[in-house]
């Protein structure tokens, strides 16, 4: 069996720090906060009573997804750490993490991977072929694809170009048709091996992000404020989403999300990109993400709330959205972190979230310097490949098994700290609630009795 080289292994599971730039990992460093050993889960089996896709192309049921779960750090791939047969490794090795946690949807970032951005089909050979083996893998293990589609890799555009917009748009738009055409399942020009089309497509990512602040590791002179303005946004939101429908006229647009919609700067950009004409019609579900960390999720629950009607009520996919298991505020912790996936996922779809991807799947192992997502999550990655489970993770697989059976779409606020299911039951998300019918504690997976007090995070039977 094909060995990961020790240098990949130090980061292969840092998968989502590569959008962001990868961290440094030396011999020292303190121990990770663990719980418990990773027990492979089997992978959760299909809901026969619900399609995964609803008749107007978003989620039948509330969905919860990981980004960037089966991935690498494009820096490993650059260096050459990876034959394919040990690519094609490590990537079947995430996906069926990701399945057995109980995740439906994972997402692809081309700042990270699978390289789907025009730039890097011109400059970066393998490029199609990586997407191939991405695709092939994820669907093998059921889990529904996101992908994403632009001139430019990632957040991380200015690295590679000045001008946002491409100077042949026409040749750009031409490259999404045949990009889009290859994964849409019509037996036209499809991928082989396909086993279903890729539904869903995101156009970009963080445009609000890369406009108000200096480019991550850019090697050019490019100012806030410059560079992908929301007139420039539109118009490459615009053309894309039009080649993605004509080449598959069932497929589903995101909007690049939002860094930053719980701030004033994020709420000041999607208002300005939505008021240009278009706009709100060229894309079919609001992307955000959010990254807030305040103790009780106030902000994030905010954001997702004006987005929204910003938006005009469309659905929303929380593609990113994560807190740290460790941290300078008092309130961080490993336990904090697994009730605020539960916290994530209660006010999101109270909110109008119909899917929620918590960033990432696994931690890097022991760093030496610490950069902002090291310790945000599912897992924490052992040098061997191996992985170790955070609190998160047990909230995540427990919640996504109740989720198998019952559907947080269209869910209330039911007093403070949880939101209420169509079908009566209660996502307590925070603090503690009398049970009279008794419930779960999502928290490990033990039974709540008739008649006790649980305490989130927790899902309670319906009264």
């Avoid at 995101?202 to 410059?226: M, Q």
């Avoid at 009795?449 to 039977?461: K, M, V």
């Amino acid at each position: 069996m094909p060995v990961i080289p020790r240098r990949a292994a130090l980061l292969v599971l840092g998968i989502g720090l590569a959008a962001l730039g990868v961290a440094s990992l030396g011999e020292a460093g303190e121990s990770p906060l663990v719980e418990q050993p990773l027990v492979e889960q089997p992978l959760p089996p299909p809901v026969a009573t619900s399609p995964f896709v609803a008749a107007d192309g978003v989620p039948a049921r509330f969905a919860l997804g990981i980004n960037e779960a089966v991935a690498v750090p494009q820096k490993l791939l650059r260096e050459g750490h990876f034959e394919t047969a040990s690519l094609a490794e490590h990537l079947e090795r995430d996906a069926q993490r990701t399945a057995g946690l109980g995740a439906r949807l994972t997402r692809g970032n081309n700042g990270a991977f699978p390289r789907t951005s025009w730039w890097a089909s011109l400059h970066e050979p393998g490029a199609r072929e990586e997407t191939d083996l991405w695709v092939r893998t994820v669907q093998a293990r059921g889990l529904e694809p996101v992908l994403m589609v632009s001139p430019w890799p990632g957040n991380r555009t200015a690295n590679v170009t000045l001008t946002y917009v491409p100077a042949d748009m026409g040749a750009y738009t031409a490259w999404v048709g045949t990009v889009v055409e290859r994964y849409d399942g019509d037996g036209v020009d499809d991928m082989p091996g396909l086993t279903s089309p890729v539904r869903y497509w995101e156009v970009d990512n963080e445009p609000d992000l890369k406009f108000t602040v200096p480019p991550r590791d850019a090697t050019r002179d490019v100012p806030p404020g410059s560079f992908c303005s929301p007139a420039e946004a539109a118009t490459v939101l615009v053309a894309t989403a039009k080649a993605i429908r004509d080449a598959s006229p069932e497929a589903k647009v995101l909007n690049g999300g939002l860094y930053r919609p719980f701030a004033a700067s994020g709420q000041a950009y999607l208002r300005d990109l939505l008021a240009i004409p278009g706009v709100l019609d060229a894309f079919d579900i609001l992307s955000l993400h959010s990254y807030a960390s305040d103790e009780h999720g106030d902000a994030y629950a905010r954001g997702l709330r004006e987005s929204r009607v910003l938006a005009q009520g469309k659905p929303i996919f929380v593609t990113e959205t994560s807190v740290a298991s460790e941290g300078e505020e008092r309130w961080m912790s490993p336990e904090w972190q697994a009730r605020m996936v539960a916290s994530a996922v209660g006010r999101g779809a109270v909110e109008g979230a119909r899917a929620v991807f918590w960033h990432t799947l696994a931690d890097p192992p022991v760093v030496g310097r610490r950069s902002g997502f090291e310790r945000h999550s599912l897992l924490v990655g052992a040098r061997d490949g191996g992985a170790t489970e955070k609190p998160a993770a047990v909230v995540y697989r427990n919640l996504a098994a109740r989720l198998a059976e019952d559907d947080l779409s269209g869910a209330t606020q039911d007093g403070e700290g949880a939101a209420r299911l169509r079908s009566g039951a209660t996502l307590l998300y925070e603090g503690t609630r009398a049970s009279p019918t008794g419930g779960v504690d999502l928290r490990d997976g033990t039974r709540i009795p008739a008649g006790g007090t649980a305490t989130a995070p927790a899902w309670l039977w319906p009264v």
